[in-house]
């Protein structure tokens, strides 16, 4: 019982990370979060939880994502941390 | 061409009322949305659940003062009435403040929006069953209160209590728990 009530007053479970370059690869399209949030279908807040990797997206969206913005899958998304200016 | 507002008659919402919700433009509850003003109208809430359960004891409140029947109906239901309207109220802002996300339909809301939703809801049915236990062992331990009797303890305020608790705790777990909403 203490546990649920603990788990409830969290603000959230802790996720395995999916690190990305979402942020990057949209500024350098000049999309907005929106305009992403649009092509893919998704809650512009959705994009921002992405791009703080707060969020793990599914397949689907991971997919939907990385065709908006011209890149593979491979190239967008890792579950180990990206080197800094690549 | 007419518009299609589709209704959604088991989760009690409209396409377009969670589509409004869902955008920000034209928004005047921008400032509900704030996790900390949420957090607030969530302890605002229980509290008001709590008021609204005690109505139960009311009458025992009413012997005990000194003023005459006139003036106890009309204080007494009065309050019953601010009560209750401050509840209804209080609920719609909550449905507004969690964008209608935790009685919205799958198709309506994105990959996390339907998750968050489904959390709040599973960690609802836990609290379901805390009150639920909570109230058994108040029936069965506390005073006595009779369901609609009319007379003594009548527990119709504990009844109404409970069932707005239960319609507002997926809405209440979602609005306390996440940050951006």
Known sequence: MLHSIYAICMSRNPEEPVYNRIEQARTALGLTRQELADQVGVHYQTIGY?????????????????????QSVSELFSMTAFKKGK | ????????????????????????QNSKFAWLRLQRNRRILVIIMTLGFLVLSLGSYWPVLKANLTISQGAQLVIFSTTAILVVLSTIVG?????????????????????????????????????????????????IYGPGVSLFQGEGNDGSYLFIAVLFAFASLPSMTLAWREKDI
């Open chain 1, 50 to 70: 992405l791009e703080r990797e707060e969020y793990s997206p599914s397949l689907v969206l991971a997919l939907r994502i990385s065709e908006a913005l011209n």
């Open chain 2, 91 to 139: 609920y719609l802002l909550l449905r507004v403040s969690v964008r209608g996300i935790a009685d919205a339909p799958d198709e309506l809301l994105d990959e996390r929006q339907i998750k968050i939703r489904n959390t709040s809801f599973r960690y609802s049915y836990y609290l379901m069953g805390y009150i639920t236990m909570g109230l058994m062992i108040l029936l």
């Open chain 2, 1 to 24: 061409m007419p518009k299609n507002n589709k209704i959604y008659w088991f989760e009690g919402v409209t396409e377009k009322g969670v589509k409004s919700l869902l955008n920000d």
